[in-house]
């Protein structure tokens, strides 16, 4: 997808729809980091010749100065939307001389000297003036993506793929051939994710959940890797209640997957240990449990106990689960493990009044995604693990997750900005 704009003042507004066309799975042509050595205009004809399924044309004051946008790119756009297969989105920037939150509709044909023919007013505009223009434009072009999936989806039976990341930084050319790719900047440094990144997934994951649904594939694969509390929310965004079945792909081409495999060697137990919190008073709530799980063998519990000596005033209990073996997962074990996972996550609920679940979750990246979608009935912090203090590991609040809820799965971003580098 190409992004044309005047640089001046537009180059803002280019940003965050790249940032969040990225954040929702669609691969973004921005000339500042897609561009390649060489003419610039040969370059630009390139981009515009070659594989474009849909633009947007992010409309400002000084787009009129603009000859690239008017000489080279708009008729080629414009060429391109006539044909059926290909979607004009207008970001409309231009305010209304009465309304300082409504667009005026007939400025970009006047800017780009279009007028009097309402070329561009007759196509659907975007008001950038409001909080939901941004949105509406991204849930307009993944689901023109979604119109051109479909029909192979639903002729061939073939698994919806869905690729994510969350630590590369994302350019067009990393793009494959993935239905959706999702990705985010990553945190300039350290180990935990970008506190901007986790707030456009929360913005766009309820998105690619109906993108998925409307495609009615009856299987997601899921590939790439991501931070684990990502995991977790994107896994709640395909919940078992809403979409069949979920295959994710691990680091050796292996798929763990959320249906019963009959060659489940039975192997990996669990077990739940209570833990004794160690307070120094009553609980100032009773309504928050502090969940450690691990599935590795031999698990690390220094950062979740530096997490209830912290914070154990908080909580009215604290459990561990984790493997009884000294085994690693075997893949075929996904579905049954990441039940009972979740059955013990709601069982401590449960026994103390439905309570909010505080997860620190330490395992494979796949089982994350698997637990992640049995998460819908409960309010869950998901935790992400750190050792950028210099003092010892912990574990980081990053994301509140309520599945069940219309602004979900993601409803609160808890990492802030010193915490994401």
């Not at 704009?5 to 799975?25: I, K, M, P, T, V």
């Not at 019963?260 to 209570?274: C, Q």
């Not at 493990?337 to 997860?359: D, F, K, M, T, Y």
């Amino acid at each position: 997808m190409f992004i044309s704009y005047r640089q001046s003042d537009g180059s803002g507004q280019a940003e965050a729809l790249e940032n969040l066309l990225r954040a929702a799975g669609l691969v973004v042509w921005r000339d500042h980091t897609d561009l390649r050595p060489g003419t610039t205009t040969d370059r630009l004809e390139q981009a515009l010749t070659q594989g474009l399924s849909a633009a947007v044309l992010v409309v400002t004051p000084e787009i009129a100065h603009s000859d690239i946008v008017r000489e080279r790119e708009l008729p080629r756009l414009l060429q391109l939307d006539d044909e059926a297969a290909f979607s004009l989105c207008i970001a409309n920037r231009i305010g209304r001389t009465d309304s300082s939150s409504t667009c005026d509709y007939g400025a970009p044909d006047r800017l780009l000297r279009l007028s009097p023919a309402r070329t561009l007013a007759d196509k659907k505009q975007s008001n950038m003036l409001q909080a939901t223009g941004e949105t509406e434009i991204v849930r307009d072009l993944l689901m023109h993506r979604i119109e051109q999936l479909t029909p192979d989806i639903r002729t061939t039976g073939r698994p919806f793929t869905l690729r994510i990341q969350t630590r590369p930084t994302p350019f067009a050319s990393d793009a494959d051939n993935n239905d959706l790719h999702i990705r985010i900047k990553s945190a300039e440094s350290g180990r935990l994710p970008l506190h901007d990144g986790l707030r456009l997934l929360r913005t766009t994951f309820p998105l690619i959940s109906d993108a998925v649904y409307a495609s009615g594939a009856s299987t997601v694969r899921v590939s790439g890797g991501a931070h684990l509390s990502v995991a977790l929310a994107l896994g709640a965004a395909l919940p078992e209640t809403r979409i069949g079945s979920i295959e994710v792909m691990d680091v050796r081409g292996e798929a763990w997957k959320s249906t019963t495999s009959s060659e489940d060697p039975l192997m990996s137990k669990l077990e739940t240990e209570p833990v004794l919190l160690p307070r120094a008073s009553a609980p100032t709530t009773h309504d928050q449990v502090a969940v450690f799980v691990s599935l590795t063998p031999e698990p690390d519990r220094t950062a979740f106990e530096r997490l209830l000596h912290d914070s154990a005033d908080r909580f009215a209990a604290a459990a561990v689960v984790a493997l009884a073996s000294t085994d690693h997962i075997d893949p075929r074990e996904a579905r049954r493990l990441s039940v009972e996972v979740a059955r013990e996550i709601r069982r401590i609920a449960a026994e103390n009044g439905r309570a909010e679940v505080h997860l620190a979750f330490h395992g494979p990246y796949p089982m994350a995604v698997l637990v992640g979608r049995h998460l819908n009935t409960l309010r869950t912090v998901v935790y992400e693990w750190d050792n950028a203090a210099g003092d010892g590991a912990s574990y980081v609040p990053a994301l509140v997750l309520e599945p069940g809820t219309t602004s979900g799965p993601i409803t609160e971003v808890l990492l802030g900005g010193s915490h994401s580098g």
